[in-house]
Every structure is written in C-alpha cells, then in structure tokens.
C-alpha cells in the first residue's frame, strides 16, 4: 500500500480525493499496489464530510510520517506550497503538483532536488488542465527537436471569446456568465490579463528546449481590450480570436508571448472553443501534433493529477528523468517578430485610405457597415516595432490585433 498526503481540500485537492474515491481499484491496479489517502491538509474543518477523518492542520504531521510516500500540492499560490514541497522532497517523499505558480517558477530547482534523491517532481496537471502534454514532451517527444509550441492555454479566457464570438456578448457579459459558471474566479485577473497562459507556456518552453524560460520574460497580452467591434471585424475576415501562447525557436533565437491572434478556418485551433484548450507542438521529425481536451474544471485537472499520483506509485526510489536546467534562456525581444496586423482606425476609407496608404504601403480596406467614423484594414508582413512605428506616425488608430500565419 502507497500512502499519500494532499496539501489543499479546495476544487482541486476534493477533485482529487473524488477521482481516486471513484475509481480506487482501476488506480490502484494500474499503479501495482493500493493508493490510500492518509491525510489532507487544510486550515478550515469539514464537519459532515467524510474527508473530516483524515483533516490535519499540522503539516509536520506529514512530514514527519515515514509511512507517507506521495504528497499531492494542490494548494495554488508560491507560499506556503514552495517550503512544503521542499522539506517533502529533502524528507524523501515524491510530490506531484497541479501548481502552475510554483512549477513556473521553481520548477528547475524541485526537479533538481528529486532527481538527486531518486524522488519524482511531477506537475502534469500544472498546464492544460486535463491533457497529457507534459508527459509526451518528456517521453514521446523525446526524439525531436520542438521548434514551436503554440497553445490554448486557459479555458476561461476561451469560454469569453467564444461567448463573444457566437452570440455577440460584449466582454463584461461574457465575463460574468463564466463566472456563474465557475470557469472563471471572482478575482479573474491571473485568467483575462493573460498571467495563467503565460506560466503554462514558460512551463512548456522550458521542458521542450532544455533551459528555464523565465515567465516574467514573457511579452503578455490579456483579452480585457477586445470589443464586440473587435468581433464584427474578426468575422467579416472569416476568422476568429484566440488568446494564444506560443514560443518558437528560430535558429539561435527564442520568441514566446502571450496575446490575441486571429485565426483562420484552415488553423488547427480555430475550433477549439469553450472551455476546450489545444497545444500544438512542432517538432523537426515528426512535424506537427496536437494535444485537445478539456483545460479547466475540477475533474480534469484532478484526473491529471491522480496520473502522477499513480506515475510515482510505480516509480518509487527511481527518478523519471526529465530535462529542465536552470540555465536562463535569453529571450529575443518581441519587436523583431513578424506578422500581418489587423488594425482598425478612425475615420472614413474615402478620405483617410491614401494617408494610411502612404504610412503602411499595400493594405487590404474592411469596411463594416453598421460602424461610422472608423475602418479597419489587413497590413503586409511587418516586425512589431515597424508595426508600432507606423501607427505612431498615423496617429488614428483604435486598436490592433496581431494575425496568426500557420506555416
């Protein structure tokens, strides 16, 4: 019998508690022998719950039971889940996360300590929520050389745009409807400003190239400045928006960022929709793959974790290696970047088109009937900062979003 602690009895530590409840003897057979909870840490109490039993509020209890092979950290936030899974792991005990907060960010050094004292760091769940993609990129993958990963990273974010997108909902709306559905939090800043994608993609970067992307790096785009005008010109092109993370390495130079793209129907992401997340990995043998499922939710997420529950199970004293080095990668700045740009200004096509004309060369004109005072249009390839440069020099313009080119 493995015995394990769970670190949180929130959405996700009940998920978790749930999934290995439900399906006890399929988890226990595939990980070779029994898995039982034996504690669960949390500050409050849960009179009534059948959970009340095996409730601690003393970590050292823990700690301190040499009978405790696994600890699940499944408490959000850095503090007091770094310290934790540090003294698990000196202690000797294996620890799976779903904390995309702390991998992100000490990610390299957790995975160090296990691997020196033949222990496992595994946080499948940390990105995606309930899709396999950690486990390929260190397993499957193995082989190739990951050149791009762009993904749908958090379900929030994709349930607004599709809201927005199929039934005309302006953000607020689509923002209030997601949270009376629980996809999005009451405070759903880390979700809107784009802060939840950007740890998942450095978390993913790091894993596919080797070397820690540090995610404050990261140039991060939220979706809180997309409008129902945004929409109209969106669909009057045949395409749709998507928050995307993605990073790229382009010979010696490494691109990653976070923000709004345009989408056409010949992308591979275009129909992911909801609460739905997709990463789509390229890799120089295999060429491209896609990972699609649901990304947000209790279950899921849970059913990611119970995964890695069971991987440490079968994997007691031996460390699954996993390459990480805590070597920084230098970013390349996002100015060289290139793309096409969609960019609506003020104004009207009959009298201001030659001006734009003059300051951006060749664009393609969209006009959308029902808005007065404004046109929008498609640019040429340009680099980000040419991009800003011009629409410096125009002066009119309301906003932008960036296009994606699926090579």
Not at 133 to 158: V, W
Not at 237 to 266: C, E, H, W
Not at 318 to 330: A, D, L
Request: some cysteine.
């Amino acid at each position: 019998m493995v015995q394990i602690a769970v670190l949180g009895y929130g959405t996700v530590g009940s998920g978790v508690v749930e999934v290995i409840n439900t399906n006890h003897t399929s988890i226990s057979k595939k990980a070779g022998q029994e898995i039982n909870i034996k504690y669960v840490l949390d500050l409050r109490d849960f009179p009534g719950d059948p959970i009340q039993e095996k409730i601690v509020h003393d970590f050292n209890v823990i700690l301190n039971d040499p009978e405790i092979k696994i600890v699940v950290e499944v408490m959000g936030g850095v503090e007091p889940a770094y310290t934790y899974t540090k003294q698990a792991l000196m202690a000797g005990k294996s620890v799976c996360t779903s904390n995309k907060e702390l991998v992100a960010r000490h990610g390299a050094e957790l995975m160090e300590i296990a691997r020196v004292r033949n222990l496992n760091y595994l946080f499948e769940a940390s990105c995606g929520g309930g899709i396999p993609i950690i486990r390929p990129l260190n397993s499957s993958l193995t082989a190739d050389e990951i050149d791009e990963i762009t993904g749908i990273l958090n379900g929030t974010t994709n349930y607004i745009l599709t809201k927005m997108i199929q039934d005309g909902s302006d953000f607020e709306t689509a923002l209030r409807q997601a949270q009376e559905y629980g996809y999005a939090e009451r405070n759903p800043e880390a979700d809107v400003e784009g802060y939840d994608a950007c740890r998942k993609i450095a978390i993913l970067s790091s894993l596919a190239f080797g070397e820690h992307v540090d995610y404050e790096d990261i140039y991060t785009e939220g979706i809180t400045k997309i409008t129902k005008e945004d929409i109209l010109y969106a669909k009057k092109l045949g395409k749709t928006i998507k928050l995307l993370a993605y990073s790229r390495k382009i010979g010696q130079s490494f691109y990653a960022m976070v923000a709004p793209f345009l989408l056409d129907d010949n992308d591979p992401l275009y129909s992911v929709n909801g609460v739905f997340n997709a990463i789509f990995v390229h890799g120089n043998v295999l060429g491209d793959a896609m990972f699609y499922g649901s990304g947000a939710g209790k279950l899921p997420t849970a059913s990611a974790v119970v995964s890695d529950v069971i991987d440490e199970a079968k994997h007691l004293n031996r460390n699954i290696m996993s390459f990480w080095s805590s070597t920084k990668v230098q970013l390349t700045d996002i100015s060289n970047s290139q793309r096409r740009f969609l960019v609506r200004v003020k104004g009207n096509p009959e009298t201001d088109l030659k001006n734009v004309e003059e300051i951006f060369g060749t664009v393609k004109l969209i006009k959308i009937p029902e808005l007065t005072g404004e046109f929008g249009f498609t640019t040429e390839v340009l680099s980000e900062a040419e991009y800003n440069a011009k629409a410096e020099k125009l002066g009119t313009v309301i906003s932008r979003i960036r296009i994606r080119h699926v090579h």
